[in-house]
């Protein structure tokens, strides 16, 4: 008896010491502490909890929407995010040379920078093939100009021949001489026009050349052909534009991101290698596999929209409204089909790889529900309940039992006790649970800490 009362002693000592150190905690930021908790203990219980801004800040409290959505007739399919086809640009080299890189991986680019440049040891062989064009284009010109000579010469002197025979003829004089240099000056026409022809057709052919070559040094350098060709100052002189031109630049012709780079900068690389890429991340397409047994269902669909998955810091109901198709591809083993969904509107979730999900509804005759998220309801006892930001007071929130309807999973309809005005907890419900029960029933008036803490008064 006398060793079991030694051993009692440091136990009670322990819970007496335990029970003087937490009643400070309540008791602080109030000089009435024991007049107040006898008031308090007498106030009958009630489903409403304050929820100031500290509150809901230390305990994570958010809150989503009262929405109207055919939960019913709704499939939801999971997938991810991939580049369209043309979403990826590609630029090579026309002409091989020693290239210098002046943008970076993943780097931003507009339309119109510079990407790189590269000097090609063919280059000078197009400017080449564009000068002698040029040069045999000015010798047609000049054959052209004295071949019309010719014939105009020609034909004066004839005239003047024809005039003097005339004016002997009237005199009654014949001069066979005169006449005989009339017909062969008349008879060396047609052949002076085939000269021109033959000049005229040489100018044609000169400029077939020229702008052969310049359409070739064009698509090298990716300068239109008549800006190639224009006139220019250049050192004080005037001379065209391709001939200016000793690295070739080349500019982006879509804006993007710089996806990858092929060659090291300063390579000398041979046509067509590949120098960089770029994408536009903008262009996205979700790509979902539905199951087989849901094509019946998915015939007709009214509408369709890309949901973010279930985590933090995206809204739940940040959806995006999508146009669907039905892809070529089907899996017989998984017994799924393809469908491609294109986006309307651009979100910062929305990125190639990530996963989200294809909500598509596939009827609306019976019209939609009032329906909340379903991470908003929680289970306590028998019972499912969930927390309704009391609409005249923001900084409560007021316990309400669901009368569930139909539940998808992620939405569930709640037939009674809400309207489209409404907010419900979605983070921290359980937190606000725990504080509204005790051993199963409801507890009765507390109060809630700096901390998040709740402390709930006792009779």
């Not at 335990?18 to 309540?26: G, I, N, Q, R």
């Not at 012709?253 to 690389?269: K, N, Q, R, S, Y």
């Not at 039992?401 to 359980?430: P, Y």
Request: proline share 5%; charged share 25%; glycine share 6%.
């Amino acid at each position: 008896m006398t060793l079991l009362r030694f051993r009692s002693i440091p136990i009670l000592m322990f819970i007496g010491v335990s029970v003087v150190m937490l009643l400070p905690a309540c008791t602080r930021d109030s000089g009435n502490a024991e007049v107040s908790e006898q008031e308090d203990s007498n106030v009958a219980a009630t489903n409403r909890i304050d929820i100031p801004a500290t509150v809901r800040s230390n305990l994570g409290i958010t809150f989503a929407k009262v929405e109207r959505r055919h939960v019913g007739s709704t499939i939801r399919v999971p997938g991810s995010f991939e580049l369209q086809p043309l979403a990826r640009h590609e630029y090579r080299l026309t002409l091989p040379g020693a290239v210098q890189m002046e943008v970076d991986q993943y780097q931003q680019v507009e339309l119109g920078d510079l990407l790189y440049r590269f000097r090609s040891p063919q280059w000078p062989e197009l400017q080449h093939e564009i000068i002698v064009g040029e040069q045999d284009m000015e010798s047609a010109l000049a054959e052209i100009a004295v071949a019309q000579a010719r014939i105009d010469e020609t034909k004066r002197r004839a005239s003047i021949l024809r005039e003097r025979l005339s004016s002997l003829s009237n005199a009654e004089i014949r001069n066979a001489d005169l006449e005989a240099q009339a017909s062969e000056m008349e008879a060396s026409l047609p052949r002076l026009r085939a000269e021109l022809r033959q000049s005229k057709t040489k100018l044609a052919n000169a400029e077939t050349t020229r702008e052969h070559a310049l359409h070739r040094a064009s698509a090298a350098t990716g300068i239109p052909e008549n800006r190639l060709g224009a006139e220019i100052e250049n050192d004080g002189k005037t001379v065209p534009t391709f001939r200016t031109i000793d690295w070739i630049e080349v500019r982006a012709t879509e804006p993007g991101v710089v996806e990858m780079l092929g060659i090291t900068d300063g390579a000398f690389a041979e046509a067509p290698t590949l120098v960089l890429s770029t994408v536009d991340p903008s262009r996205v397409r979700f790509r979902a596999l539905a199951l087989q047994a849901d094509l019946v269902r998915l015939r007709s669909i009214p509408s369709a929209s890309i949901v973010p998955p279930s985590s933090g810091g995206i809204p739940l109901n940040d959806g995006v409204e999508a146009k669907v198709t039905i892809g070529l591809e089907a899996h017989p083993e998984q017994r799924t089909v393809t469908l491609l969904a294109t986006p309307s509107e651009e979100r910062a979730w929305i990125r190639p790889g990530i996963s989200a999900f294809l909500e598509v509804v596939t009827s609306t005759t019976g019209g939609p529900a009032l329906a909340i998220p379903r991470a908003a309801i929680v289970r306590d006892g028998i019972t499912h309940v969930f927390f309704r930001r009391d609409p005249q007071d923001p900084n409560k929130a007021i316990r309400v039992e669901a009368d569930m309807g139909i539940d998808d999973g992620r939405w569930v309809v709640i037939n009674s006790g809400l309207s489209l005005q409404d907010e419900v907890v979605l983070n921290g419900t359980f937190e606000l649970k725990l504080v509204t029960q005790q051993g199963g029933a409801m507890q009765k008036g507390g109060h809630f800490h700096a901390d998040g803490t709740f402390h709930a008064e006792d009779d």
